[in-house]
Structure formats: C-alpha cells, structure tokens
C-alpha cells in the first residue's frame, strides 16, 4: 500500500514524464552549414576567449611581437591558427610541447584541422605554428622545435588553360557600363589580381605620366604602365580601347582548383568594378 507521499511523487513525476519533449533549440552539428560553421568560427577568434587558455596566452604575447611585420589578413590569418591551436589543446602549456612528445601533438593537431584540405592551407598552418614555436624557443620558454621533424604537404600540379583573345573579347563586349569593361581590361589584359582591382580608385591614375598605381598583395604598392592608342584619348572616355604593351592571359584553374568560366570572370569584374570611384 503506498504512502500519501508515495501517490503524491508518483502522480506529481508521471505526468511531468509524459509531457517531457526534447530541447527544440538542440541541433546535431552536422545540421551546420559551411557558413554557419565559418560564422561560429569568426565570433569565437573575436571574443579572444582562446587567450584564456595557457596556449592562447602565449599565442597572444606573440601576436602582440608580430603585430609591426603582418599585413591585416596576414594577421588575421595567423590568428585563426593558433585560436584552433589553442582550442584543440585547452590544458596543456607550452613546456608540454617538447619534442618528441610534443611533435606527435602538433603532427596530430594539423591532421586533424587541416590533413583532409588543400596542401597550401595545410602548409600555410604549419609555417605560423613554426613561426610560433620557435619565437618560443627564442623567447626561453621551449627548447627544442616540435615541428622540425613535420614535413610539407606535397602541392598537387592543377592543369590550368587561358581564356583565348576571341573569349576576351566576348567577355568585354558584353559589358554595358563603361565601368565595368574598364575593370574586365585590367583583370583579363593587364593581369590585375582581383583584390588589387578592388582598391583601384579613378585618383590613382596618373595623366600626365600615363600610370596606374595598384595596391596589391602584401601591401605591395605597383605603379603600372598604360600605353596611348593611336588615336587621341581622355581617360574617362577611351580607357577601354588601350592595347596593353604585352599580352597576358587569365588563367582559368580546372581539376581539383576553383575553375572560372567566362560568366564568373564577368561577374567578378563588375563586382570589382564597384570599387572603382571618383576621387
């Protein structure tokens, strides 16, 4: 015979188990989009909570060196690394990392990160976790270098083709703002990458001496030669008519490398050609 308690737990606990339903905000991971995960990824190197981590905090005294050599996307790249780095072993400290126990660990780390990617990313990630490791060797507090034993990844050979003049041509005629064929010529005739394109203002051409300064990769600043058509010419007016001094191809990557039609090209010109202000 049950106890008033009894009967009170059990009818107060038997409805409540019944109504139970699962967490409605709970989803698997492998629900997450690429850009979602890319998303997660980006506002947990903002926070800096990584530097809360033993690695994270040595990771942080080396960025703060760093910081007067590295480009802003350098930056950001090498911080990205070390966040995962960071991430991936939240316990340990950086006397932890001695050879040869320490070179399975980072062996292991960019397998896990990066082994299933492309080589040029996996090697990027373990010149800046080399980087690292040997400003702490400098610094006193490693010393011997796990990643010397790591070897490179092998960069796999991409067949690559042109666009022919014809297909230039094609691309650029059907461009009907002026703006956009002026970006296409850069890109397609004169070899602009697409990120210097993007800073390419009308100010940076220079009349008099018939030039174009370019800011490229690196923070690299170029200037580059514009030759005068036969004919006479303003630069608003007859940019795209210029015949470049030299011929020079886009490439077009096929295979395991991105490939770029004639549309993509076209539509990364117009993209970039947004870019292209008045001073």
């Known amino acids: 015979m049950r106890?008033?308690?009894?009967?009170?737990?059990?009818?107060?606990?038997?409805?409540?188990?019944?109504?139970?339903?699962?967490?409605?905000?709970?989803?698997?991971?492998?629900?997450?989009?690429?850009?979602e995960a890319a998303r997660i990824m980006r506002e947990a190197v903002r926070d800096k909570s990584y530097q809360l981590t033993p690695i994270g905090a040595e990771a942080a005294g080396y960025l703060r060196a760093k910081r007067k050599r590295l480009t802003d996307s350098s930056y950001t790249d090498y911080e990205?690394?070390?966040?995962?780095?960071?991430?991936?072993?939240?316990?340990?400290?950086?006397?932890?990392?001695?050879p040869p126990a320490g070179t399975e660990r980072v062996e292991e780390f960019l397998d896990a990160q990066w082994g299933a990617g492309p080589p040029r990313t996996y090697n990027k990630n373990?010149?800046?976790?080399?980087?690292?490791?040997?400003?702490?060797?400098?610094?006193g507090h490693l010393h011997g270098d796990p990643t010397l034993p790591i070897?490179?990844?092998r960069s796999r050979q991409v067949y690559r083709t042109t666009f022919t003049t014809d297909?230039?041509?094609?691309?650029?005629?059907?461009?009907?703002?002026?703006r956009?064929?002026?970006?296409?010529?850069?890109?397609?005739?004169?070899?602009?990458?697409?990120?210097?394109?993007?800073?390419?203002q009308?100010?940076?051409?220079?009349?008099?001496?018939?030039?174009?300064t370019i800011f490229t990769k690196g923070q690299k600043v170029r200037e580059m030669p514009l030759p005068i058509p036969r004919s006479g010419w303003t630069w608003s007016a007859t940019f795209s008519t210029f015949r470049p001094t030299r011929r020079t191809t886009c490439c077009v990557r096929t295979g395991r490398s991105q490939s770029?039609?004639?549309?993509?090209t076209a539509a990364a010109g117009s993209s970039c050609a947004r870019s292209l202000t008045a001073p």
């Open 3 to 35: 106890s008033s308690g009894d009967t009170a737990l059990g009818g107060s606990q038997g409805p409540q188990r019944a109504q139970k339903r699962p967490m409605e905000t709970e989803q698997p991971v492998s629900s997450l989009t690429l850009a």
């Open 80 to 98: 990205s690394g070390l966040d995962k780095l960071a991430r991936y072993f939240p316990d340990l400290r950086i006397e932890d990392f001695e």
């Open 126 to 139: 373990l010149s800046i976790v080399k980087d690292f490791f040997r400003f702490q060797i400098m610094r």
């Open 151 to 153: 070897e490179r990844a």
């Open 167 to 178: 297909q230039r041509r094609a691309i650029i005629a059907e461009q009907d703002s002026r």
């Open 180 to 200: 956009d064929r002026i970006a296409l010529r850069l890109l397609l005739d004169y070899g602009l990458r697409k990120g210097a394109l993007r800073a390419v």
């Open 202 to 212: 009308f100010k940076h051409f220079d009349h008099q001496r018939r030039r174009l």
């Open 260 to 264: 770029e039609s004639p549309t993509r």
